[in-house]
């Protein structure tokens, strides 16, 4: 009777478990809500009047396109007699958002007072930074409310980490005699056309999407280009120096090409370098290989993997164990407790009969034993 119990509460278990399971699990809905304007309707005392549609051309759909623009918003302010013309591009992280500000910041800018943004360039009453992966650029009809701009930047859509920081590859232009008005990032052959890139695009090769830093020295240019995979680099590192001895840009001389490659880095200069300047400048281009993890626990080698799986297999056989020497006592010690209430031994060997040959008894004499 004791054992139906059991077996009863076991069914009625694996029952209820497979209902369950079978159930169909229907996906909790999700609310999708717009995305919040960039240009909000005041800032301060200016007061949001009228929008305007972005007007592109072909060539800008192109750039567009290279740089990831998300959406843009174009309005004019009222504050009094006094109007502020806002244009905000959104892109899909900071390096378009950067490239399309080095291409648009003018030489002679000065930074906005203060911290507007990542960067920012002022040139009359003409304000132009950018901050994350947002691209603005104001015109005041006076001069220019900063206070107004700080609001305006506080709203903007943020990200975190490198998505929201400067390319890297700008670290390898080297710091000493550059121009930082005259940076230009290029994300593919129509940004680096639209930049006055002189490499040849096809020995640049944008089949390999590769990324452009170029910046302007007293006696020069420093290009510096990233490519995926060190072996494309050293490849092209090789046909470029070809390329620019072959066909020099213009106003360059021979002796100012030099191409180094660090990595998947291709550093190389033109113009009116001396040979020595060159390869001084093209020395400092060094590439280090930081290796970031997003996993709380960080790097795991190999060998401890092996041993926590290896510990897990012991703890793993040691439940089973206890497991079932729970599960022993469990059900042999409360049948022996049910016998001993119902007034029988413990033990059911009693309860059964055995066929046995009894060996103890004497064997007669073998009727030929010698």
């Known amino acids: 009777m004791i054992r139906r119990w059991i077996s009863a509460a076991l069914l009625g278990v694996v029952v209820v478990t497979g209902a369950f ?12 809500l717009p995305a919040a304007p960039l240009l909000p309707q005041s800032l301060g005392a200016w007061t949001l009047s009228s929008e305007k549609p972005a007007v592109t051309t072909a060539s800008d759909d192109a750039i567009q396109k290279e740089l990831g623009v998300k959406r843009t918003q174009s309005g004019v302010y009222l504050s009094g007699k006094n109007q502020l013309a806002i244009s905000a591009t959104q892109y899909i992280d900071a390096t378009g958002a950067f490239a399309a500000f080095a291409a648009m910041r003018d030489p002679g800018t000065q930074p906005a007072p203060g911290k507007l943004g990542n960067d920012s360039a002022v040139k009359g009453n003409t304000v132009l930074f950018w901050s994350g992966p947002t691209l603005v650029s104001a015109t005041f009809q006076a001069q220019p409310d900063y206070k107004a701009l700080d609001t305006l930047n506080a709203g903007l859509p ?28 290029a994300l593919g052959p129509a940004t680096y056309q639209r930049d006055g890139g002189q490499l040849n695009p096809s020995v640049v090769d944008f089949s390999k999407s590769p990324e452009i830093a170029t910046g302007q020295y007293p006696h020069g240019t420093i290009v510096a280009l990233y490519y995926p995979t060190p072996a494309i680099a050293g490849d092209r590192s090789r046909a470029l120096l070809k390329d620019l001895l072959e066909h020099l840009p213009a106003g360059a001389k021979a002796e100012s090409i030099t191409v180094k490659r660090a990595g998947p880095i291709v550093a190389l200069t033109y113009g009116q370098f001396s040979a020595e300047e060159a390869k001084t400048l093209l020395d400092q281009v060094h590439y280090e290989t930081n290796i970031s993890w997003n996993k709380p626990e960080g790097y795991v080698s190999e060998a401890s993997k092996a041993a926590k799986l290896l510990v897990n297999i012991i703890l793993g056989v040691g439940v089973m164990c206890l497991v079932a020497l729970v599960l022993g006592v ?41």
């Open 21 to 32: 399971a079978q159930q169909e699990q229907k996906p909790a809905a999700t609310l999708q």
């Open 158 to 185: 943020k990200r975190s980490g490198a998505a929201g920081k400067a390319p890297g590859l700008l670290s390898y232009l080297p710091k000493h005699g550059l121009r930082p008005e005259s940076i230009r990032y």
């Open 330 to 370: 469990f059900f042999g010690g409360g049948r022996a407790l049910i016998r001993v209430l119902r007034g029988k031994p413990a033990s059911s060997m009693h309860d059964a009969e055995f066929i046995h040959l009894d060996l103890r008894q004497d064997l007669p004499p073998a009727a030929n034993e010698k």
